[in-house]
């Protein structure tokens, strides 16, 4: 795993060195697992059931990317999925705080934007 991506991924927040633990210490086993999180379309999903109302599947959504994302360690990702599971988890379409579960949508957006970018850079 090239030194400047590692670099870039870190100063980002990403919290690579467990992360490459769970990879048994394998840096490039890590890389072809980020290099994966490139096809994963879950952000997509929780964006398109979001804006449908349909919260059950957004929660299902942004469950996935917050499993992917802890064990690539793309902290900042799985903070935000964490966020939109628990402003989801349980509720009724009548009590979701629709404004709240926008603005993380959005902010996990722009986050998955930045690791997508830095992540395609190394492909």
Do not use: C, W
Not at 29 to 46: C, R
Not at 55 to 62: C, D, G, I, K, R
Not at 97 to 107: H, I, M, N, S, T
């Amino acid at each position: 795993m090239e030194e400047q991506f590692e670099k870039e991924l870190k100063e980002n927040g990403a919290g690579v060195d467990l992360a490459v633990k769970r990879f048994m210490g394998k840096k490039e086993l890590y890389k072809k697992f980020l290099l994966k999180f490139l096809a994963d379309h879950s952000y997509e999903a929780i964006a398109e059931h979001v804006g449908g109302e349909n919260y059950e599947e957004a929660f299902n959504s942004a469950h996935t990317l917050k499993g992917v994302a802890g064990n690539l360690g793309l902290d900042p990702i799985y903070e935000k999925a964490s966020e939109i599971t628990e402003l989801l988890r349980g509720k009724q379409p009548e009590e979701v705080e629709r404004a709240k579960v926008d603005a993380v949508v959005a902010e996990l957006g722009k986050i998955s934007g930045i690791f997508r970018g830095i992540i395609s850079k190394y492909e």
